[in-house]
């Protein structure tokens, strides 16, 4: 591990135990020192913040914390994101402008808030619109306001389906938007593929990649299982380079050795919280893995 994976390990390590020990103080001086250090405003959201709010949710589905712990934890969060919002500002405005917001029922908005915080930094124009907008609310605002991007943020399969009805009627406006789709209800390939999106995005690194992709910034990106395919190798590459077979990762990330098997052959979805587990089992930055 590298001295800047150390570095932002230990920031990640010492933010989610403030987190846990309800102390507001501490979170704002673990990114006070993240910024001293010289970390980006991305390393900070998702290596830092949103790897420590990850570990939240599973501490609450495990029993380890209770809801109000975990309703906490997320509001420490938020105002930490609130901070950093005023701390950073774009160098370079493209005159873009991207509509962020969840699909109607999906009330799980900090990712979301994340990913229209890291396009603010990248300069473009944001309207972020929270949690559980409604389809005709949503459809009628992009309408009147022609952004380039619409972000649609999903958290559980079940959500897909109303970001399908969303997908539907935004493509029947006569200045229609390109349309990202992620979070955590993003996991099946040929379901997405079948909802019609522009592109998709697992995680804060892919959302930035292709949103600046969908806007004229950067390349064409991989299709979801060329994606899944090039991650599989880098992480066979890295377990190879650890001397490891498919059962020592396993072991280390607590995940089944089949399912490694799966992974490193590309035919396994990943969620960002099983990127983790392989990030950390591997020493590695989670950005190493899901760069394209």
Not at 67 to 81: N, P, R, S
Not at 142 to 170: C, F, N, W, Y
Request: aromatic share 6%.
């Amino acid at each position: 591990m590298s001295t800047d994976d150390l570095v932002t390990t230990k920031l990640s390590d010492r933010y989610l135990d403030a987190l846990i020990r309800r102390d507001p103080d501490t979170t704002i001086s673990v990114i006070e020192d993240a910024i001293r250090q010289g970390l980006s405003p991305v390393s900070i959201l998702v290596s830092i913040v949103g790897k420590s709010q990850i570990r939240v949710g599973e501490m609450w589905h495990t029993g380890e914390i209770n809801i109000a712990q975990e309703h906490l934890a997320t509001q420490m969060t938020l105002d930490v994101m609130d901070q950093m919002r005023q701390r950073y500002h774009a160098t370079t405005k493209w005159g873009i402008k991207a509509v962020v917001t969840c699909v109607e029922g999906n009330f799980h908005y900090v990712g979301s808030r994340m990913i229209a915080d890291l396009l603010l930094v990248d300069g473009w124009d944001v309207e972020f619109l929270g949690a559980d907008t409604p389809t005709h609310d949503l459809v009628e605002f992009v309408r009147q306001g022609h952004p380039e991007l619409v972000a649609l943020s999903v958290s559980m399969k079940e959500d897909l389906s109303t970001a399908e009805q969303i997908i539907t009627q935004l493509r029947r406006l006569p200045d229609s938007p390109r349309i990202l789709l992620g979070g955590y209800g993003v996991t099946d390939t040929d379901q997405v593929e079948g909802l019609g999106p522009d592109g998709f995005a697992i995680d804060a690194y892919s959302a930035i990649q292709e949103a600046r992709r969908l806007g004229g910034l950067s390349k064409d990106p991989l299709s979801l299982n060329e994606y899944l395919i090039v991650m599989g190798s880098r992480v066979q590459d890295l377990r190879k380079g650890r001397s490891w077979n498919q059962e020592q990762l396993a072991q280390a990330s607590s995940l089944d050795r089949t399912y490694i098997s799966a992974v490193e052959n590309g035919k396994q979805n990943l969620t960002i919280g099983v990127v983790l587990k392989l990030a950390e089992a591997l020493e590695v930055p989670i950005g190493q893995l899901l760069s394209d």
